[in-house]
């Protein structure tokens, strides 16, 4: 590993989308990360390599269908390592959404009317409904863990309470799309283990923050999305390999897999790999040897990559905090303790005293800035912190490579939105 210094012009510039202007030549800042992410020019790459030499379905015994083989192999690989999964553990959908359904209906085999599932009030909707209209489907009961208004962390100790030998399943998010507040996963897991439950993660909005180790977290099942870091529309689930095998069933005979059912995109699973290499990229590149530790390979480059761009992101989040907390009006929502960062990704939420959030947002887009507003799919977390009627919050997603001269310039836009409500 190089170990230079995060060269941000050096990874924007591997990021054709960013050179985006509006009409009159205004630079685009793509600061609506958490939505889905800018995607580097290796994996535009991989899509046009894909259909000039690949292109061809599964099973055939010619050139490219043998090709159209090695690319769905490297991508299952390439997604083993970036969760640290057993061979074999990982399998590719259209979407996490789509794949939580699919697992939630494949549980369902194992459950009966009364058993209990534990969601939380802070997840973004699919890790929530999913198990929702199973409960209605099957005569289950959903126990809901509690977010704390204050900081809009889970109440971990009324989780405690819910937990019981009815308990069979406990799907939790990793961290908040809304507000970026990182959950205790390992320990929630460890304690729905104690009860004799499952565990389903959503760690949708945590894999382009942090590493993620589905052998250290110990859980069942794992979900995220390709189109979040970095790569194309797409879905994972990890599931423990025994696991799979039991709750497997919903397919056409001859699929070759019990949770791959149909064709799915190749193109997309050669653009997935390459969006895996552009993290281990980071990691060679400006990662620190010590944070492989205890991964070798492209594993550890990996796990180097997502903490090299962790501290990068923490820096501009501090930055973006510094920011918003000294325009007059501005309230963030979630962690903004400066020693509690570790407890938050590099999404962030605010509220004003002097426009409906909707209203920032287009402005914000008119100046070039893109943002989001509403409450991004987390429904029941914007109806706990009280912000439904108001119309949720602005929320803004820093990514790789976002610059500190992005976050200035979105401050600044919102100063003056500030100044000029206060005339």
């Not at 800042?29 to 939505?35: I, Q, S």
């Not at 058993?115 to 005569?139: C, F, Q, R």
């Not at 819910?162 to 998010?173: D, N």
């Amino acid at each position: 590993m190089k170990q230079r210094p995060y060269a941000i012009d050096e990874i924007r510039s591997r990021f054709p989308a960013l050179s985006n202007t509006l009409p009159d030549g205004t630079p685009i800042a793509f600061l609506d990360g958490p939505a889905g992410t800018q995607v580097p020019e290796t994996v535009i790459d991989a899509y046009r390599d894909f259909f000039l030499h690949a292109n061809a379905n599964s099973g055939g015994d010619w050139i490219t269908s043998n090709r159209q083989a090695e690319v769905a192999d490297a991508a299952h690989r390439a997604a083993e390592d970036l969760l640290n999964a057993p061979r074999e553990s990982v399998k590719f959908g259209a979407n996490m959404t789509t794949l939580n359904f699919d697992l939630s209906r494949s549980l369902a085999r194992g459950l009966k009317a009364g058993d209990e599932i534990i969601v939380t009030m802070l997840d973004h909707d699919a890790n929530y409904s999913p198990w929702k209209l199973l409960a209605e489907d099957h005569g289950l009961v959903i126990r809901g863990i509690r977010v704390n208004p204050e900081d809009a962390t889970l109440d971990m100790e009324q989780y405690t309470t819910l937990l019981s030998s009815r308990t069979k399943i406990v799907a939790t998010g990793m961290s908040s799309n809304a507000v970026g507040t990182i959950n205790p996963s390992k320990e929630i897991v460890r304690l729905a283990h104690e009860a004799g439950a499952l565990t389903v993660l959503d760690a949708v909005c945590s894999t382009p923050h942090y590493p993620i180790d589905v052998q250290a977290l110990d859980t069942d099942f794992l979900l995220c999305s390709p189109y979040k870091f970095y790569g194309p529309h797409a879905g994972l689930l990890f599931g423990r390999l025994e696991l799979l095998e039991r709750y497997g069933r919903y397919k056409v005979r001859p699929a070759h897999d019990q949770w791959e059912t149909g064709t799915p995109s190749f193109e997309g699973m050669a653009g997935v790999t390459a969006a895996i290499d552009y993290l281990a990229w980071i990691g060679e590149e400006f990662g620190s040897p010590a944070d492989t530790s205890p991964l070798t390979g492209r594993r550890g480059a990996i796990r180097a990559g997502i903490r090299a761009i962790g501290r990068h992101e923490r820096a501009i989040t501090t930055q973006l905090l510094d920011g918003l907390e000294a325009i007059p009006g501005v309230t963030v929502r979630g962690i903004t303790d400066r020693d509690r960062l570790d407890e938050r990704t590099s999404i962030v939420s605010f509220t004003t005293t002097f426009a409906h959030p909707d209203a920032i947002q287009r402005a914000l887009g008119a100046l070039g800035i893109q943002t989001w507003s509403g409450d991004f799919y987390a429904v029941n977390a914007i109806e706990s912190l009280g912000l439904t009627a108001s119309g949720g919050t602005v929320r803004i997603g820093l990514m790789s490579y976002n610059s500190a001269a992005e976050v200035d310039r979105l401050v600044h836009a919102v100063r003056a939105m500030s100044g000029a409500a206060q005339v």
